[in-house]
T-cell receptor
Framework: DTGVSQDPRHKITKRGQNVTFRCDPISEHNRLYWYRQTLGQGPEFLTYFQNEAQLEKSRLLSDRFSAERPKGSFSTLEIQRTEQGDSAMYLC????????????????FGQGTRLTVV | AQSVTQLGSHVSVSEGALVLLRCNYSSSVPPYLFWYVQYPNQGLQLLLKYTTGATLVKGINGFEAEFKKSETSFHLTKPSAHMSDAAEYFCAVRALRKLTFGTGTRLQVTL
């Protein structure tokens, strides 16, 4: 499968625990996005990377959240001291750019990681 | 800034009937517009997109959408609904490198 891969697909954790999610983008896609989707809502932008550089963070991304893309390939999203309000689907997407423009102008999404905080 | 409004959080149609899902957008720059479909506990799959050029765009599974700049709309249609079309549909606008999504429309298809 050459699509965007996310791991795990489901995560149940107790409030206060830390969790980490992984995203493997499509090979050669240099741009990687994280979105959060709560029940009954559309996805909301969290952050994105161009190669290994994190270029933008939403104000939704509190200081308990951190994302990395250390070698410009896979990315991790960590949530520290989880709260019940963090329960959501976390979606990763990737795209490819050509110069300053996105070559295909579309982002390809993974299956998501569903987080439940109890 | 950009935003998307999807009118109708739930739409129900009979199998074989016309599907019409409404989307209006606002954008401070010329927009790229997208429709995505999401099945339960799945990620998003691209149905179609408008970037430049022809304002009527065709996508997968028989869906199409028309970009109307004067109405700031990008409504999604399909002439004949199939049971397999039952899903959540999201309209999105891309500007300044990120997608902004609407709240989604759940399409129900009945026999």
């Amino acid at each position: 499968d050459t699509g965007v891969s996310q791991d795990p697909r489901h995560k149940i954790t107790k409030r206060g625990q830390n969790v980490t999610f992984r995203c493997d983008p499509i090979s050669e896609h240099n741009r990687l996005y994280w979105y959060r989707q709560t029940l009954g809502q559309g996805p909301e932008f969290l952050t994105y990377f161009q190669n290994e550089a994190q270029l933008e963070k939403s104000r939704l991304l509190s200081d308990r959240f951190s994302a990395e893309r250390p070698k410009g390939s896979f990315s991790t999203l960590e949530i520290q001291r989880t709260e019940q309000g963090d329960s959501a689907m976390y979606l990763c997407a990737s795209s490819v750019t050509q110069g300053a423009r996105e070559k295909n102008t579309e982002a390809f999404f993974g299956q998501g990681t569903r987080l439940t905080v109890v | 800034a950009q935003s998307v409004t999807q009118l109708g959080s739930h739409v129900s149609v009979s199998e074989g009937a016309l599907v019409l899902l409404r989307c209006n957008y606002s954008s401070s720059v010329p927009p790229y517009l997208f429709w995505y479909v999401q099945y339960p506990n799945q990620g998003l799959q691209l149905l179609l997109k408008y970037t430049t050029g022809a304002t009527l765009v065709k996508g997968i599974n028989g869906f199409e959408a028309e970009f109307k700049k004067s109405e700031t709309s990008f409504h999604l249609t399909k002439p004949s609904a199939h049971m397999s079309d039952a899903a959540e549909y999201f309209c999105a606008v891309r500007a300044l490198r990120k997608l902004t999504f609407g709240t989604g429309t759940r399409l129900q298809v009945t026999l």
